[in-house]
Each structure stands twice: as structure tokens, then as C-alpha cells.
């Protein structure tokens, strides 16, 4: 069964209660709201390499069995999450879920904490201080109802918005981001889902010669009818400035005594025949243990191609470009056959 859990583009809308006394508590969370926003505004566009690692509990169990890793570029550009395979060269703009199989979800990058901290949609409720990581810090509740919300769930070709609340932690002296946890609730009665969650770390991190406040990790936990568990663990390293396409000039470089690196050598795709036996030995050292599904890996060819009913092809120096396959198609460290 697939799933996926996506925050879109929010539409916001303006309370139109009557404003509570202003308390300290309030007073508090508009510096706070006013902090992280600030933040979030000035990040660029920029990319990470997430991980991860999906597993699943069933009823009456205590342990979550692993079922598979992920590795993925995400980026963030122009307020969407995007998505590539690594060392891809360029983006998805499909969505994660047409992406990816099986569980997966979308927000824990950036979206979540902008559809929580912009605009007067979510109801807030100051939940007292907190001790994260060693840190004094204030927690706050937040309540987003359905028809405001943007959490769309999905199960195959079903689908349907949620209200969700949760909490977010901040630093007592910097206000910065720490956590934000979210939770489904007014789940659409024609979804087989019984809850979804969401818990996202943050910490500052560079991007070039600038600190950002950027997630760190998270955890989404979604709970069927049955009350079978689907965890995604994910981390996100290596962020950097997501520059888009290269700029050409036809000025003169400037005079270095050094000699410039030559230029990688493109990766051009081929499309192979069907029925076509390729065998290959890995050029890649691969450790099982630590190997994710997305993991570029180099092969060489190794013997002649067998083609039936055409006749076989020589083997050439040729190298192959391919990703770790998934669970069920394990990577041999030694020569391996392909069909294609």
C-alpha cells in the first residue's frame, strides 16, 4: 500500500475573533512568530542530502523491523520541495509520492514550519517551559482545523485534507526554532488512515558563509486502520545553496597561475534492448550495511552482451551508471547478470 503525506502551498485566512489580552505568554509568541519568520525568509534556495530509513511495527509488537533506506537530493526553491536522485543533475517537479513507492512524505523540509509560523491561521496556547537538549526553552500548542488546513493524505488513487495540531519548542534567550511536532486529526472517514506524525529537529547550520536555522532530522509515523506503524526516519547533510542552472559568460577569465580542473565527464542515459543480458562487475565498493536505494553506483561490463533472437555484442570498455536497487534487489559485490 502506498501512502503520502503532503503539505502544499497553503491558503490562509484572517481570524476574525476578537483579539485575547495581550499576557506575557502572547507577547512572548509574537517576537517568537516574528523571529522564525524573519529567519525563514532569508534562506536561500538550497538543497541537502536526505536519508531515509523506513520501517514498520505491527499490532502487539514492540519493534520496528526495517524495511528499506532512502537517499535523496531535496531542495527548496522558490517555496517548493523538490526532488532528485543523487548525482542526478536535476530536479523532479513531480511530487514525492509519484516519486518514491511506499511511504513517504512531504513538509519536514521546509513547509511545515511555514504553514505554522506565517499568516493567523493556526490558534496558539502556551504550553510552559521545556528542557530540550540541555536547553531552557517555551512550548507552545497549535491548532490548525480542517478547513483551513493544507495536509492532504494519501492512499493509492484516494485521497482527502486533514486538521492537524502539535507543538513547537524554542530556545527561552534566542527564540530559535528547536521543534515542531504535528499531528492529524479530522481524518476524511473514506481514508483507511488512523493518525499521522510528524517531529522535526532543527539547528543552525552554514549554507556558504552564512548560518541558517534549518531541520536537522524528523520522524513521521503513520498508523493504518489495523494499527500497523509506518516510520520514515530521515536526516538531512551536506546543505548547500541550491544555484539552478549554470551562468554562461564570454568574458575573458582572469589571468591564475593555477590551471583550471577539467570539466566533468557528462553521463549521457541510454536506452538498452529489451531482452538484453548484460554481465558486469561493480567498480563501486558497496557496503551493505550502510547502502541506501538511490546510491549511484559504476559498473563495468564484463563479458559480451547476449541478445536474443539478435546475435551477441562484443564487450566493449563501456561503464554503467546505476542506483542501489531496492529490499528485494540486492546488489551482489561480485560480477552480477542484468536483463533489461
Known amino acids: 500500500m502506498r501512502w503520502l503525506a503532503v503539505l502544499p502551498a497553503l491558503t490562509l485566512y484572517a481570524q476574525t475573533s476578537g483579539s485575547p489580552a495581550l499576557t506575557p505568554e502572547i507577547v512572548r509568541l509574537g517576537h517568537i512568530k516574528a523571529h522564525v519568520q524573519e529567519i525563514l525568509s532569508k534562506i536561500p534556495d538550497y538543497t541537502c542530502l536526505q536519508t531515509i530509513e523506513r520501517s514498520r511495527r505491527l499490532p502487539r509488537t514492540r519493534r520496528f523491523q526495517l524495511l528499506d533506506t532512502l ?11 523538490l526532488f532528485a536522485w543523487p548525482g542526478a543533475g536535476r530536479f523532479d517537479d513531480r511530487e514525492i509520492g509519484q516519486f518514491v513507492g511506499g511511504t ?8 511545515h514550519a511555514r504553514s505554522v509560523f506565517f499568516g493567523h491561521v493556526p490558534r496558539y496556547e502556551y504550553a510552559g517551559e521545556v528542557t530540550v537538549d540541555d536547553k531552557r526553552a517555551h512550548r507552545y500548542n497549535f491548532f490548525i482545523p480542517r478547513f483551513q488546513s493544507g495536509f492532504t493524505l494519501r492512499v493509492e488513487k484516494l485521497q482527502g485534507v486533514a486538521g492537524y495540531h502539535g507543538y513547537f519548542e524554542v530556545e527561552a534567550q534566542s527564540f530559535d526554532l528547536l521543534t515542531l511536532a504535528i499531528e492529524t486529526d479530522d481524518i476524511p472517514e473514506h481514508l483507511p488512515i488512523a493518525g499521522a506524525k510528524d517531529t522535526m529537529r532543527y539547528a543552525r547550520a552554514l549554507i556558504g558563509e552564512k548560518e541558517f536555522l534549518l531541520p536537522k532530522s524528523s520522524e513521521l509515523i503513520l498508523t493504518d486502520m ?3 506503524e509506518n516510520r520514515n ?3 538531512f547533510t551536506g546543505c548547500r545553496q541550491y544555484t539552478g542552472e549554470s551562468v554562461i559568460t564570454f568574458a575573458d577569465p582572469p589571468p591564475t597561475s593555477e590551471t583550471p580542473p577539467p570539466p566533468p565527464t557528462p553521463v549521457v ?35 559480451r552482451a547476449n541478445h536474443r533472437p539478435a546475435r551477441s555484442h562484443r ?4 561503464h554503467l551508471f546505476a542506483e542501489v536497487p531496492g529490499p528485494h534487489g540486492n546488489l551482489p559485490p561480485r560480477d552480477q547478470t542484468h536483463r533489461t
Open 71 to 81: 537517499r535523496l537530493e531535496v531542495a527548496l526553491v522558490n517555496g517548493r520541495e
Open 104 to 111: 513517504i512524505g512531504n513538509g519536514n523540509f521546509a513547509l
Open 226 to 228: 489495523e494499527g500497523n
Open 233 to 235: 526516519r530521515v536526516t
Open 269 to 303: 542515459p541510454v536506452t538498452l534492448p529489451e531482452g538484453l543480458y548484460l554481465t558486469v562487475v561493480n567498480d563501486t565498493p558497496v557496503r551493505f550495511d550502510t547502502a541506501a536505494i538511490g546510491d549511484p553506483v559504476k559498473e563495468r561490463q564484463a563479458q
Open 315 to 318: 564487450p566493449r570498455p563501456h
